[in-house]
């Protein structure tokens, strides 16, 4: 296993709720990015962070915001939620981009979000 | 069309064959490869990773990359039954190397 964690694993929220989900970054990575996995599909991008500023951004609506705090966790909120939020949210933690490398991701196990 | 498209499976093998999964990918942007291991319910574990075309070995894993065509491979040999879970493609382009674009997943069973 990689060294990133993430809390909760496992929450259920009823449609219009805030949730906020956490991740520690593996020892020596000091970027994070955060997916979305929906059921039977791969993870899609939402957003990176590095250096306590978002470095990247997929396809997601203004809803999905995110923090990066000095010691390199992080946190990802979603506002509103909605039926289609219910889904696997994976961390993945890198090397700084500035040291090359950071293509390669360590995943942390996910937090399974369910919205009813 | 989606930019990285996996063969879905799911894949039924019995143990000691070669398992073969493939993905296509349209954008020609794309220079880092990589696959993924996912057991159920867990995050995704890096299996391989490459940035040239051809062959890369490690273990019974074999990783094949055509630029020209932009297709990638990833063949087990000797597969047991540790092996079952779900193999995702992903590859990234070195001007969006922070995002990690994948394949939907395939689902590899070994039977004993």
């Known amino acids: 296993e990689t060294g990133v964690t993430q809390s909760p694993t496992h929450l259920i929220k009823t449609r219009g709720q805030q949730v906020t989900l956490r991740c520690s970054s593996q020892?020596?990575?000091?970027?994070v990015s955060w997916y979305q996995q929906a059921l039977g599909q791969g993870p899609q991008f939402i957003f990176q962070y590095y250096r306590e500023e978002e470095n990247g951004r997929g396809n997601f609506p203004p809803r999905f915001s995110g923090l990066q705090f000095p010691n390199y966790s992080s946190e990802l909120n979603v506002n509103a939620l909605e039926l289609d939020d219910s889904a696997l949210y994976l961390c993945?933690?890198?090397?700084?981009?500035?040291?090359?490398?950071?293509?390669?991701?360590?995943f942390g196990p996910g937090s399974r979000r369910q919205v009813l | 069309q989606k930019e990285v498209e996996q063969d879905p499976g799911p894949l039924s093998v019995p143990e000691g064959a070669i398992v073969s999964l493939n993905c296509t990918y349209s954008?020609?942007?794309?220079?880092?490869f990589m696959w993924y291991r996912q057991y159920s319910r867990k995050g995704p574990e890096l299996l391989m990773y490459t940035y040239s075309s051809g062959n890369k070995e490690d273990g019974r894993f074999t990783a094949q990359v055509d630029k020209s065509s932009k297709y990638i491979s990833l063949f087990i040999r000797d597969s047991q039954p540790s092996d079952s879970a779900t193999y995702l493609c992903a590859m990234t382009d070195p001007t969006h190397d922070y995002k990690l674009s994948f394949g939907a997943g395939t689902t590899v069973t070994v039977r004993a």
């Open positions: 954008n020609s942007a794309f220079q880092y």
């Open positions: 020892s020596g990575h000091n970027t």
């Open positions: 993945a933690s890198s090397l700084d981009p500035l040291a090359g490398g950071q293509e390669t991701q360590d």
